[in-house]
């Protein structure tokens, strides 16, 4: 069974500067894609970013980057000036590829990041 | 607008008062998932459906019921709640098969409490 391992419940970062937000995994599959989802205090489940195993290029949203390492099982979300808007608890969440059968989603346990003025 | 609805949002109840929280799509989509959303678990899989009168347990399926009758709701069920079950669900729906699109939907989630 796959898991997704969050090691930091809670993060804090100053307005304007990055931050980091860890993420590491275990599945013995070879293709699989990784999401990291943002819930702000509205509750709503909001994906931030994907990014596909068989994808060496790390994926880009406007600020938010990911560094994926593969061999090293690990998916790292990185904030660029941080906004406000970003507090929010962030979930990294990994799911297979195959289509036929449970396209379920596991979730780490969550960071909750807030942002200091 | 492709959406995933939950009802109630809130609601609050007593041990073993039978309730349903539905859960409905607009996106003609064949796969449907119920989460529960604890504080230092994360989002856990309860229900899924493959399609409709094909549903499986998830990793948490104990205390919870589900039906697929119809593509376009996908209904939880608590038949006897307990306070073990006050938690935040989600309802969630991905394009499934045939499809690269891999976001998943989620409702706007139902706090429940039982007292």
């Known amino acids: 069974a796959q898991t997704v391992t969050q090691s930091q419940p809670e993060m804090s970062v100053q307005e304007a500067e990055t931050v980091t937000l860890s993420c590491t995994y275990d599945?013995?599959?070879?293709?699989?894609?990784l999401f990291w989802y943002k819930q702000p205090p509205s509750r709503q489940m909001i994906l931030v970013i994907r990014?596909?195993?068989?994808?060496?290029q790390n994926a880009t949203e406007n600020r938010f980057s990911v560094n994926f390492q593969k061999a090293a099982k690990s998916f790292s979300l990185k904030i660029s000036d941080s906004q406000l808007g970003d507090a929010a608890m962030y979930f990294c969440?990994?799911?297979?590829?195959?289509?036929?059968?449970?396209?379920?989603?596991?979730f780490g346990t969550g960071t909750r990041l807030t942002i200091i003025p | 607008e492709a959406q995933v609805t939950q009802n109630p949002r809130y609601l609050i109840t007593v041990t073993g008062k039978k309730l349903t929280v539905t859960c409905s799509q607009n996106?003609?989509?064949?796969?449907m998932s119920w989460y529960r959303q604890d504080p230092g678990l994360g989002l856990r899989q309860i229900y899924y459906?493959?399609?409709?009168?094909?549903?499986d347990k998830g990793d948490v399926p104990e205390g919870y019921k589900v039906s697929r009758k119809e593509k376009r709701n996908f209904p939880l069920i608590l038949e006897s709640p307990s306070p073990n079950q006050t938690s935040l669900y989600f309802c969630?729906?991905?394009?499934?098969?045939?499809?690269?699109?891999?976001?998943?939907?989620f409702g706007q989630g139902t706090r429940l409490t039982v007292v």
């Open positions: 459906s493959m399609n409709v009168e094909v549903t």
């Open positions: 990014q596909e195993a068989y994808k060496q």
């Open positions: 969630a729906s991905p394009p499934g098969e045939g499809t690269d699109n891999t976001e998943a939907f």
């Open positions: 996106m003609n989509h064949e796969y």
């Open positions: 969440a990994y799911r297979n590829s195959r289509y036929f059968g449970n396209e379920k989603l596991t």
């Open positions: 599945t013995s599959e070879s293709d699989y894609y």
